[in-house]
């Protein structure tokens, strides 16, 4: 499912996948049960651009991420960074670590707390071969980069004393000490305040146009995704289930579950009293087979509880991967309108 | 339900009955009645000012939603309201009067003043008439409990009467009533998920049929989809059992879509109340703006957003002039000079803490308000205003 051109990516991801094993809880004896966190991803990571992954918790978002960063091993198949393939097995080399950096959701959980910041940006550079004299005029001018202004007022100071904005900035500002290639952002704006969280999506947004950053940016908001990505993927149960580029597939979306992601914001500027999906039941469960989404899918038919459905390409770079659209015409436009579609299933029942 | 507490039947005279003798029009209308209430932490040099002269009314049956970033003094507010704040909280002037109804008969409403009540008032008071919501159910929970203690625990407390039985059939109900499996009840906190949790709060919030609940941002922690389930089963909650709610979040378009009325707080105190659609529609303080303005859209073209420039300020200083001044783009020299009281504008009983507004206005509306203004109220223009 991937449909941007490999040579310009920075870094590459090949039908990635993850399982877990997992114990019944409280049953020794049972067998264990496989998790499917991430079935067979493919992504390219490009200079300049931002990718935005999207879905709800559970779907898998994160273990991306990290298999990217190499923190996690995927089960199989195959990263290429600038290029060329990287072996899976080992461990995480220096120079992976220099071109790809992970910054995550929590800025407080993810800096050391009895360390000022200037130890969580200079070592870093100390680790990866930077020299002692020039590792303070370093750390300033990434923070300055960060807009943390004047750096002398951060430098000294500890987590606790820094806002969660100010904080989720240094943190971001450790990411490119090391002068990285890819940034993966792991919901970066969750957790912080509303008028905190423009001035960290500018941020990453500033870094891609100006420094030419591939940003791969995860988040279960999908209004925060529309408002940054070049392009965009939307993930459940592990799989990728529709991508396009730009926002295309949160103006038009064909995917039910993207109709229920998007149905989920509040936006108080649509119709009031419509619920899109009402009729979707919402709770996280996953199909052993078929369609994983079909338990919830107001639009399940036979075919998706036994079979899972391909991709189909519903439009210039615009997959879903729906039975809906096997037949591309047809189903797929009426989709794209879900509220007329759904008042006409309501005249039927 | 018929062996329940909660009594829809009941409830509902509560709300329609015929006047009651004793109580002011008001305390009919009124669940909660708030004046001029201040809340300080700490003393003397050290004092912060969390809560300044907030003065507002829960109407029955409706929701009050309160807004504002972190540090606004809205956890504060309510935390001081059900007198929750522990020291070094003190509230240091002002009331707040809760207007009871009574058990058994539904048209009479007692006064309690929450701001002088002894302990033995609150506690008749507490959950049975007002109960709250907090942010995280994990922490809220206790760890080592399963759910079902906590339910056992609270009507073993107030419902002396119940037999073991019953108070595990009413848990089952509760349960249910927000849509989870009665096994639940024997799971322990850590075994649910962060909306499962969030839920078995809000099933224990209305275990006693209270007549106001108060949520403290009780979907920030959730993801978009679970936040949509909780907020259409608190709508359908409260269209069966009528309670007012408090509902506290920092997601102003969360608010317009479920409040009926909202205040948005900055700095300790309310600058803006209005009816959610014309807040909507028509922000008229320039933080209420900023606030609208912080969510990107989901419809019109992609625009680059700027949010609200700079931080809140230090309630540890005293400021003269409005607190907002620093961040405003439409700062004048009188903001820096003087506070700008909360004063009523237009006819629909909307009011505003802003110079921009004061009669007889000497400035003209800036721009970017004004734009907004002009936009009709409804589904159609506000969100895709350009720059």
């Known amino acids: ?131 002692k004299s020039e590792v303070d005029e370093l750390a300033r001018s990434v923070l300055a980069r960060v807009a943390l202004d004047p750096p002398d007022r951060f430098l000294d100071r500890y987590p606790h004393e820094l806002s969660g904005g100010q904080l989720q900035r240094v943190s971001i500002a450790r990411a490119l000490c090391v002068q990285p290639s890819v940034l993966l952002a792991d919901e970066p704006i969750s957790m912080l305040d509303v008028s905190v969280r423009l001035g960290i999506l500018n941020l990453l947004k500033g870094l891609a146009d100006h420094e030419r950053l591939a940003i791969l940016y995860i988040t279960h908001d999908i209004a925060s995704a529309r408002y940054l990505a070049d392009e965009t993927i939307v993930m459940y149960a592990g799989q990728v289930v529709e991508r396009s580029r730009g926002t295309a597939l ?80 047809g189903v797929s436009v009426d989709l794209a309108t879900p509220d007329r579609q759904r008042e006409g299933e309501a005249t039927k029942t | ?221 959730l993801d978009v989809v679970t936040q949509r389930e909780i907020i259409t089963e608190l709508a359908e909650l409260r269209a069966r059992f009528g309670f007012a709610m408090i509902f506290i979040t920092h997601d102003l378009s969360l608010l317009v879509e479920l409040a009926d009325e909202i205040v948005v707080m900055y700095a300790g105190t309310i600058v803006e109340r209005a009816s959610a659609g014309e807040l909507y529609a028509a922000p008229r303080h320039p933080y209420t703006l900023g606030l609208l303005e912080s969510f990107p859209p989901l419809h019109g073209e992609r625009r680059e957003l700027t949010g609200i420039a700079g931080s809140p300020p230090d309630l540890a200083v005293e400021s003269v002039g409005c607190s907002f001044a620093p961040r405003c783009p439409f700062t004048m020299d009188r903001c820096r000079a003087e506070t700008p009281p909360l004063a009523p504008i237009g006819e629909t009983g909307r009011s505003v803490a802003c110079w921009l507004h004061a009669t007889p206005s000497p400035v003209p509306v800036p721009a970017a308000l004004s734009r907004r203004w002009t936009a009709p109220v409804g589904p159609t223009a506000p969100g895709v205003t350009s720059r």
Not at chain 1, 21 to 49: H, M, N, Q, W, Y
Not at chain 1, 312 to 327: K, M, T, V
Not at chain 2, 25 to 54: I, K, T
């Open chain 2, 1 to 221: 339900m018929s062996a329940s507490r909660i009594d829809v039947g009941n409830r509902l005279d509560r709300r329609g009955a015929s006047p009651s003798r004793e109580a002011t029009p008001s305390a009919r209308d009124f669940v909660l009645e708030v004046s001029d209430f201040s809340v300080h932490y700490g003393v003397d040099a050290n004092m912060v000012r969390a809560v300044h002269d907030v003065t507002l009314n829960v109407r029955r049956a409706t929701v009050l939603g309160v807004a504002g970033e972190s540090g606004s003094g809205k956890s504060t507010l309510v935390y001081a309201l059900t007198r929750l704040l522990r020291p070094p909280g003190v509230i240091s002037g002002g009331r707040a009067i809760l207007n009871v109804s009574s058990d058994d008969d539904p048209a009479r409403v007692t006064p309690v003043n929450l701001t002088t009540a002894s302990e033995r008032e609150l506690r008749r008071v507490r959950w049975s008439h007002v109960s709250i919501v907090l942010q995280s159910a994990l922490s809220a929970l206790n760890p080592v409990r399963r759910i079902g203690r906590e339910f056992d625990e609270v009507l073993r407390t107030h419902r002396r009467a119940m037999s073991r039985r019953e108070r595990r059939r009413r848990a089952e109900e509760l349960l249910a009533l927000v849509g989870l499996e009665p096994d639940r009840l024997n799971r322990f906190p850590h075994e649910l998920s962060g909306g499962q949790r969030q839920r078995v709060m809000i099933a224990l919030a209305l275990a006693l049929d209270p007549e106001l609940v108060v949520m403290d941002e009780p979907t920030t922690a």
């Open chain 1, 250 to 329: 949160i103006d038009r979306p064909a995917h039910p579950y993207t109709q229920l992601l998007i149905s989920s914001v509040p936006d108080p500027s649509s119709r009031p009293g419509v619920d899109a999906s009402a009729s979707a039941s919402r709770s996280f469960v996953r199909a052993e087979v078929g369609c994983a989404f079909a338990p919830r899918c107001p639009h399940a038919t036979a075919r998706c509880r036994v079979e899972c459905p391909p991709a189909f390409a519903i439009g210039d770079g615009h997959l879903s991967r729906c039975w809906l659209h096997a037949d591309q015409e």
């Open chain 1, 1 to 131: 499912m991937t449909d941007v051109d490999a040579p310009t990516a920075r870094l590459s991801a090949r039908g990635l996948t993850r399982h877990f094993t997992t114990r019944v809880p409280g049953r020794i004896f049972a067998a264990k049960r496989v998790t499917r966190a991430v079935e067979d991803v493919s992504l390219d990571l490009v200079a300049g651009r931002v990718t935005a992954v999207v879905g709800e918790s559970g779907s898998g978002k994160s273990v991306l991420a990290r298999m990217l960063a190499r923190i996690v091993t995927p089960t199989s198949g195959e990263l290429y960074l600038e290029g060329s393939a990287i072996a899976l097995g080992g461990r995480r080399t220096l120079n992976y670590a220099a071109q790809v950096q992970l910054v995550l959701q929590d800025p407080f959980a993810s800096m050391n707390p009895v360390h000022p910041v200037r130890h969580s940006l200079e070592r870093p550079l100390l680790i990866h071969g930077a020299r």
